[in-house]
């Protein structure tokens, strides 16, 4: 039934217009806490799981409050670092992030969710080498707790600056590196969206120089072993996230493909594609509303083959999926992001072998960065 179904939706005109004008509408952007960067991601329990790799951190019972401002605490290097500001408590369990100072320099202490100080501890190390991964810097082991270089500027709000094409494009490059080498140890970070890029920038002359480029929140990420995906998990931001994530389907490094793809367009076009209501994003429905641009923008008849036979038959999107086709008509006909003529060729091209439906037909990041529309960056 369900195939017959696929197959009627398929053939149907006004799911796959050859032709569709698209009325170029500018969404005002969706911003956030200029610190969500900072908080500890709590989905990474879902993880437990598909660890390739685990080692329980220290016994210590764990404090109950937070540090209070003025507090010093000793790194495991002997560094001493004084807190400055909170910037954010969690509770049950205790999970805070806050801004340190010490010899002159800026950090963020991070607490890690009890038990995973080890592996996240083996999964950083190797990456201190690249520039392009906010990586950790100290350790503070009795309590459980990363240090990291404070970094002043995230994308999601320096994207609102006046930024030129060509400084938005090295942004994109340098994230991408730094994407590129997760993907080549095997580890997904799991929850790419801009508030998870960090930036260092330089205002003194007459444009913003950008100094530093780094893909943060590696707490979330997970190292695969070859063939491996993760699933069963509702990963990373509704407004970024792949359509397999949404199913919680298979998902592996393809996933953060699809929403780098996403993040590009906001970068680039000052949209975020994905926005709804906040109605609609608090609502039971918010799949629908989403997933509505998603097939919108980006499907076509071989990548919605592909997604649904990679969700399978088994999967209760299977059907959704197939019911959201029907809501498009000649009154509401499909925006594909390939017709978005104000946008430059190239990037449109870029995007869309990036977020192919089909996870299975994405490119890599190291094919992304391959790209003519790259190969014009300047780093």
């Not at 004084?82 to 010490?102: G, N, Q, T």
């Not at 199913?247 to 393809?254: E, F, Y």
């Not at 019911?323 to 449109?348: C, I, M, S």
């Amino acid at each position: 039934m369900a195939s017959s179904r696929l197959a009627l939706a398929l053939r149907h005109s006004l799911l796959w217009p050859r032709t569709v004008a698209l009325q170029s509408v500018r969404r005002p952007a969706y911003l956030i806490s200029p610190f969500w960067n900072h908080l500890p991601g709590l989905s990474l329990l879902q993880f437990w799981q598909y660890r390739t790799q685990h080692t329980i951190g220290s016994s210590r019972t764990r404090r109950s409050e937070p540090f209070l401002v003025d507090s010093a605490i000793r790194g495991d290097s002997g560094r001493i670092y004084k807190v400055e500001e909170i910037l954010s408590v969690r509770r049950k369990p205790l999970l805070c992030v806050y801004r340190a100072s010490s010899e002159g320099k800026q950090f963020i202490l991070k607490d890690m969710i009890k038990g995973e100080f080890d592996y996240q501890l083996s999964l950083q190390t190797p990456l201190a080498p690249c520039p392009n991964i906010r990586v950790l810097v100290d350790t503070i082991r009795d309590d459980e707790m990363f240090v990291y270089d404070f970094l002043p500027g995230d994308l999601l709000h320096l994207s609102q600056q006046a930024l030129s094409t060509q400084t938005r494009r090295h942004i994109l490059k340098s994230a991408l590196l730094g994407l590129a080498e997760l993907h080549d140890r095997g580890i997904i970070h799991t929850d790419i969206k801009p508030n998870n890029i960090l930036l260092d920038y330089d205002t003194s002359g007459p444009d913003i120089r950008i100094t530093q480029v780094r893909i943060s929140d590696l707490e979330d990420s997970v190292l695969l072993g070859p063939g491996k995906s993760i699933k069963g998990c509702l990963c990373g931001n509704e407004l970024w996230r792949s359509p397999e994530s949404w199913a919680r389907a298979k998902q592996n490094t393809p996933s953060d493909i699809y929403s780098f793809a996403i993040m590009a367009i906001y970068v680039m076009s000052n949209e975020i594609v994905f926005r709804v209501s906040d109605e609609e994003l608090k609502s039971d429905m918010a799949w629908w509303h989403i997933l509505r641009r998603h097939i919108s923008y980006f499907a076509d008849e071989s990548g919605f083959q592909g997604l649904l036979g990679h969700i399978g038959e088994d999967n209760p999107f299977f059907e959704r999926l197939i019911a959201l086709t029907g809501d498009f008509n000649a009154e509401k006909p499909r925006q594909p992001f390939a017709l978005w003529h104000y946008v430059e060729p190239d990037f449109r091209d870029l995007v869309g072998k990036m977020a192919n439906l089909d996870p299975n037909r994405r490119i890599t990041a190291r094919e992304a960065l391959e790209h003519p529309w790259f190969k014009k960056a300047v780093l």
